[in-house]
C-alpha cells in the first residue's frame, strides 16, 4: 500500500512518533530513511527490496543502485545510516559471554516471514566480528551447508562461530532438522578447528539455545 494511503496511525513517521522506532519493524524504519517511492514502486516495496538487499551482505551505495527505484540519493542515505549508527552504537565489539547476549546481534531478524540462517564470526574473546546471512528459507541439510557457514568464518580468523536461525511462527522449540544441521555443523567445526559454539532459534516468544540446554 501507498503510505500516503494508510491510516495515519499506521504510517512509519508517525509510528515512530507515536511509539518510538523500536517498535518499528526493518522495512517501516527503512522506509523513513528512504522518504519516497518512485513511479511505480511505493516506498514500501522498496524498502522490502533494500531490506533483501542488506539481509543479503549489500552495503556498498553503487551496489545499492542496481535496485530498481534505488537511485544516488536514497543509496547514499542508506549508506551514510547503516555508517553513522556503527560508530554510534557499536565503537567496540560486541562480547558474547552468555547465550542472549546473542540476541542484541540477531534479534531484528525475528519478524522475518521467512526463516533466515545465521552465522555470527567471533574472536577469541568471543567478541563478535561479523554477522551474516547464510540462506533464507526453512531450514535443512540443502541450504545450511556446512561450507556457507564456515567460509567467511575462517575469511574471517574467527576461532568460533554461534549460528541462529529464526522461527516466523514464534514457537522456539528446535526441530528435528535444526537438531540434525546442528550436529553437522558442530563435526565440520571440529574439522575446522572453529567451535560452534551455540545455536540459537528465535523468534517473538523468545529464544531456544542449544548450549543452555546442554545439546552443544
Same mark, same amino acid.
Given at each position: 500500500?501507498?503510505?500516503?494511503?494508510?491510516?495515519?496511525?499506521?504510517?512509519?513517521?508517525?509510528?515512530?512518533?507515536?511509539?518510538?522506532?523500536?517498535?518499528?519493524?526493518?522495512?517501516?524504519?527503512? &522506509?523513513?530513511?528512504?522518504?519516497?517511492?518512485?513511479?511505480?514502486?511505493?516506498? *514500501?516495496?522498496?524498502?522490502?527490496?533494500?531490506?533483501?538487499?542488506?539481509?543479503?551482505?549489500?552495503?556498498?551505495?553503487?551496489?545499492?543502485?542496481?535496485?530498481?527505484?534505488?537511485?544516488?540519493?536514497?543509496? *547514499? &542515505?542508506?549508506?551514510?545510516?547503516?555508517? $553513522?549508527?556503527?560508530?554510534?552504537?557499536?565503537?567496540?565489539?560486541?562480547?558474547?559471554?552468555?547465550?542472549?547476549?546473542?540476541?542484541? #546481534?540477531?534479534?531484528?531478524?525475528?519478524?522475518?516471514?521467512?526463516?533466515? $540462517?545465521?552465522?555470527?564470526?567471533?574472536?577469541? &574473546?568471543?567478541?563478535? @566480528?561479523?554477522?551474516?546471512?547464510?540462506?533464507?528459507?526453512?531450514?535443512?541439510?540443502?541450504?545450511?551447508?556446512?561450507?556457507?557457514? $564456515?567460509?567467511?568464518?575462517?575469511?574471517?580468523?574467527?576461532?568460533? #562461530?554461534?549460528?541462529?536461525?529464526?522461527?516466523?511462527?514464534?514457537? #522456539?522449540?528446535?526441530?528435528?532438522?535444526?537438531?540434525?544441521?546442528?550436529?553437522?555443523?558442530?563435526?565440520?567445526?571440529?574439522?575446522?578447528?572453529?567451535?560452534?559454539?551455540?545455536? #540459537?532459534?528465535?523468534?517473538?516468544?523468545?529464544?531456544? *539455545? $542449544?548450549?543452555?540446554?546442554?545439546? @552443544?
Amino acid at each position: 500500500m501507498v503510505i500516503k494511503e494508510m491510516p495515519l496511525h499506521e504510517r512509519p513517521r508517525e509510528r515512530l512518533f507515536a511509539h518510538g522506532p523500536d517498535m518499528l519493524s526493518d522495512t517501516e524504519l527503512i &522506509a523513513i530513511l528512504l522518504g519516497s517511492g518512485t513511479r511505480g514502486r511505493p516506498v *514500501s516495496e522498496l524498502a522490502i527490496r533494500v531490506l533483501e538487499a542488506l539481509d543479503a551482505g549489500v552495503r556498498d551505495p553503487q551496489r545499492l543502485t542496481l535496485i530498481a527505484g534505488l537511485g544516488f540519493a536514497k543509496a *547514499s &542515505a542508506i549508506a551514510a545510516a547503516l555508517e $553513522f549508527s556503527r560508530r554510534m552504537l557499536c565503537p567496540g565489539r560486541h562480547r558474547i559471554a552468555k547465550p542472549e547476549d546473542i540476541l542484541p #546481534v540477531i534479534g531484528h531478524f525475528a519478524d522475518r516471514k521467512q526463516e533466515h $540462517f545465521l552465522s555470527v564470526s567471533l574472536n577469541g &574473546a568471543h567478541e563478535v @566480528i561479523a554477522c551474516r546471512v547464510v540462506s533464507v528459507g526453512l531450514v535443512n541439510r540443502t541450504l545450511v551447508h556446512p561450507r556457507e557457514v $564456515f567460509a567467511d568464518a575462517v575469511t574471517d580468523r574467527a576461532t568460533a #562461530v554461534i549460528v541462529a536461525h529464526n522461527h516466523p511462527s514464534g514457537r #522456539v522449540e528446535p526441530s528435528r532438522e535444526d537438531r540434525d544441521v546442528t550436529a553437522r555443523l558442530r563435526t565440520a567445526g571440529e574439522h575446522l578447528g572453529i567451535t560452534l559454539l551455540d545455536h #540459537v532459534v528465535f523468534g517473538d516468544g523468545g529464544y531456544y *539455545s $542449544f548450549l543452555e540446554h546442554g545439546e @552443544i
